[in-house]
């Protein structure tokens, strides 16, 4: 691979990492916006007990051709790179400008959602039904009490949830920050990344792993074998989770972290202007809309450099 190509593939794999460390546009979705997405798919389907296979009988240059390990190494190292690098940068502005975040976010869910709909060109009852379902499902998720908040999370717990994330990542539509997100570990994972906590992370990226192997597969069967309902489930999931990251919010209850720290548990959304009496803070209503804005620009903007294929450039 020629250093052009593999410098735009690394650039993919940043905007991915990028994505996936926040609740909002997939990996996939940018993988599938990049064209990248079936390659990406194949490429880890062929990370199989046959690989293993490949390289005692036909060795390492073989196993390392039927894997596409220069692709997979390549767009692997530019997601870590841009996980690690906005760990912290995600975790300041969520203590310090909550409103503006959880806008920005919210704008990224929306637009990934317009933009995943946009391929599902009917809608019969056998896709409005997982639609509803994934709507409803989400949104009741997400209006209730995060399913780590209320215990110590234990090693267990993020290894199912590294799992379980890795999977949302090759999906077009849904973050792995997301599914953390619903299962009330999103700030713990972040925490752990930004100190660097390597117990917590190995047992995560374990999870990671067995998500790799075990589901992955299974995912991309059912995109080819009923795309246009698993796509509108996701589309549903998408727009109900909107419940939870509405950027305006009054703390019903808090509880104690493992740090010490005053954290809230349970929360109701409410409008901007009730905000600002409930909590004495401003709105930042206008700020809020411009991040909205800009997040919902940055995946327009990505559309249309696709449309005008510059990411054409073919991998070899």
């Known amino acids: 691979m020629s250093l052009k190509p593999t410098l735009l593939l690394f650039a993919r794999g940043v905007a991915m990492g990028a994505a996936d460390v926040v609740p909002g546009v997939s990996g996939g979705t940018i993988a599938f916006i990049t064209g990248i997405y079936d390659e990406l798919l194949n490429s880890l389907k062929n990370c199989n007990p046959a690989a293993v296979k490949v390289l005692f009988q036909q060795g390492f240059g073989s196993f390392w051709s039927y894997i596409n390990g220069s692709f997979l190494i ?56 997982p639609f509803l379902v994934g709507a409803v499902l989400a949104w009741v998720i997400a209006g209730g009490v995060p399913a780590a908040a209320g215990n110590e999370v234990n090693l267990f717990t993020f290894f199912w949830a590294g799992a379980l994330a890795i999977c949302a990542m090759i999906l077009p539509g849904i973050s792995g920050s997301f599914i953390l997100l619903l299962l009330g570990l999103y700030g713990s994972v972040l925490s752990a990344v930004k100190d660097l906590d390597l117990l917590v992370l190995t047992v995560l990226a374990s999870g990671c792993v067995v998500g790799l192997l075990v589901f992955a597969r299974f995912l991309s069967w059912l995109l080819l074998r009923a795309r246009m309902q698993t796509l509108a489930f996701l589309v549903g999931l998408m727009l109900g989770s909107l419940n939870k990251i509405w950027p305006w919010k009054e703390t019903l209850t808090t509880r104690v972290n493992s740090k010490g720290i005053e954290v809230p548990l349970l929360q109701n959304n409410i409008l901007p202007f009730h905000y600002e009496q409930l909590t004495g803070q401003p709105s930042q209503f206008a700020l809020a809309v411009l991040c909205m804005g800009l997040a919902i620009g940055l995946v327009l903007g990505l559309e249309w450099l696709a449309d005008h294929d510059f990411f054409s450039q073919k991998q070899s």
Do not use: C, E, N, Y
Not at 90 to 104: A, E, G, K, R, Y
């Open 74 to 129: 390549t767009l692997f190292t530019g997601i870590l790179t841009s996980l690690f690098s906005l760990a912290k940068l995600i975790t300041w502005l969520l203590d310090h400008h909550p409103v503006l975040v959880w806008s920005f976010f919210f704008g990224l869910v929306l637009v990934s959602a317009w933009h995943v709909a946009k391929q599902i060109r009917r809608w019969p009852a056998s896709t409005v039904l």
